[in-house]
Structure formats: structure tokens, C-alpha cells
């Protein structure tokens, strides 16, 4: 059977669920659509909307940890204005030294497009990109 024709939804493990909401609901902005049990702990998990559906889903585990890989991207119309309200409310974009940025944070994309990088408090990185 064909995984295609299914929606698919990130997750992304975090050691404290409550600095997770604090940055996914407070500093991106996310709305959650629900809540629940993360194994043991009763209120450990969030389901985020974005793009008009559930796409990502936060979870407390004692395997959350780093990883330079991205886990997800959301993609905009205007990377400068998203970058500009993100930074204002605290967060922050990685920049890696092989990449020139801009004084923003913003990077030319492979391609064509820009990208910008940034991490949730447990250095999980997630990216935006944008076609122009």
C-alpha cells in the first residue's frame, strides 16, 4: 500500500514539555490542537497545526537530544518579515560557517530561494525557506 496517498505529521522528541509549549506556542506562535499522554507523563504531548491541518507533533521523551539534521521546514512568501517577527520574539537562527548570511540570518537556498535556520530549546533545527 502506497504511503502517499496518507498525511504525514513530524515529531520531534523535547526533555521539558513545558519549555517546549513556552517556545512552539509563545515564541513561534503555534496553536495546539490537542493534548495527551507522552508515555508515562499525562500531559507530555502537543499536537501543532500549521498550514490549516495537525503537522507537528511535540513530545517529551528521554530520547530527545540534538541533532544537526534539519527535522522540518516550513515554507513562506516572506522570509525576511517571518524572520523579523520570529527574532523579535526571541528566536534565534543558526548561522553555519560554510554559508554566507545576511544580517538577518537568511542564506541563499541550493537551488534558488533563501533558507534561515533555527532550534527549539532542546537544539532540535528546523528551517524556512522561500523561493525568492
Known amino acids: 500500500m502506497p504511503l502517499s496517498a ?7 522528541a523535547v526533555s521539558d514539555i513545558q519549555k517546549a509549549v513556552a517556545f512552539y506556542e509563545g515564541a513561534l ?16 504531548s502537543r499536537v501543532y497545526g500549521s498550514g490549516g491541518g495537525p503537522a507537528l507533533n511535540v513530545y517529551q521523551s528521554v530520547t530527545a537530544g540534538k541533532t544537526p539534521a534539519t527535522l522540518a521546514t516550513w515554507y513562506v512568501d516572506d522570509i525576511d518579515q517571518i524572520v523579523e517577527e520570529l527574532s523579535s520574539s526571541g528566536v534565534e537562527f543558526v548561522r553555519y560557517e560554510q554559508l554566507e548570511h545576511d544580517a ?11 533558507i534561515a535556520w533555527f ?3 532542546d537544539g532540535n533545527t528546523f528551517a524556512l525557506e522561500a523561493d525568492v
Do not use: N, W
Not at 29 to 44: F, N, Q
Open 119 to 121: 532550534q527549539d530549546p
Open 6 to 12: 496518507y498525511h504525514l505529521r513530524a515529531s520531534v
Open 29 to 44: 506562535g503555534l496553536r495546539a490542537l490537542r493534548s495527551g499522554p507522552s508515555a508515562t507523563i499525562a500531559d507530555g
Open 104 to 114: 538577518k540570518g537568511i542564506t541563499a537556498r541550493a537551488g534558488g530561494g533563501r
